[in-house]
């Protein structure tokens, strides 16, 4: 690496750490050169975390866009089904009061199970398996 290559910070310490050498005499220049050295390491070290860091996002981002063309809703995360299964529970509350009143047991039953069968088909949908047979079945949710 070439002195132009380091950034003007690491210029000013090579040019400080040259002058220092001139003042100091030879005895203290092992020790300035490992001080240099060191700055010269962390800067590496930074640089090298941005790129690491900037290479991950933008694999991350072409994964997830690809998933996104494909279909595949697995790339999402758990927020979706999380998201879900929350609003269902919140929403049980009343659906389950309005069942009871007008259909007794038998209506709190079946609100239950279309509860659980709309989270079921819902994360179903997420396996791939599942989603390999609608596509085989072509049911591919086009409502032709």
Same mark, same amino acid.
């Given at each position: 690496?070439? *002195? =132009?290559? @380091?950034?003007?910070?690491?210029?000013?310490?090579? +040019?400080?750490?040259?002058?220092?050498? $001139?003042?100091?005499?030879? =005895?203290?220049?092992?020790? @300035?050169?490992?001080?240099?050295?060191?700055?010269?390491?962390?800067?590496? +070290?930074?640089?090298? =975390? %941005?790129?690491? %860091?900037?290479?991950?996002?933008?694999? /991350?981002?072409?994964?997830?866009? =690809?998933?996104?063309? /494909? $279909?595949?809703?697995?790339?999402? #995360?758990? #927020?979706? *089904?999380?998201?879900? *299964?929350?609003?269902?529970?919140?929403?049980?509350?009343?659906?389950?009061?309005?069942?009871?009143?007008?259909?007794? %047991? *038998?209506?709190? @039953?079946?609100?239950?199970?279309?509860?659980?069968?709309?989270?079921?088909?819902?994360?179903?949908?997420?396996?791939?398996?599942?989603? #390999?047979?609608?596509?085989?079945?072509?049911?591919? $949710?086009?409502? +032709?």
């Amino acid at each position: 690496m070439d *002195a =132009e290559g @380091l950034g003007p910070e690491l210029r000013k310490e090579l +040019d400080a750490t040259l002058q220092t050498r $001139g003042e100091l005499g030879p =005895e203290y220049e092992s020790e @300035l050169v490992d001080s240099f050295l060191e700055k010269v390491d962390r800067r590496l +070290d930074s640089v090298i =975390e %941005r790129r690491v %860091r900037r290479q991950v996002a933008e694999q /991350r981002t072409a994964e997830a866009r =690809e998933a996104r063309t /494909r $279909g595949d809703h697995s790339a999402e #995360g758990p #927020g979706a *089904a999380f998201g879900l *299964a929350a609003i269902s529970l919140v929403l049980a509350i009343p659906l389950s009061a309005i069942a009871v009143l007008n259909a007794g %047991r *038998a209506g709190l @039953l079946i609100c239950w199970a279309g509860i659980v069968g709309v989270n079921a088909f819902h994360s179903a949908g997420r396996l791939p398996w599942f989603r #390999g047979r609608l596509e085989r079945d072509g049911a591919s $949710g086009d409502w +032709d």
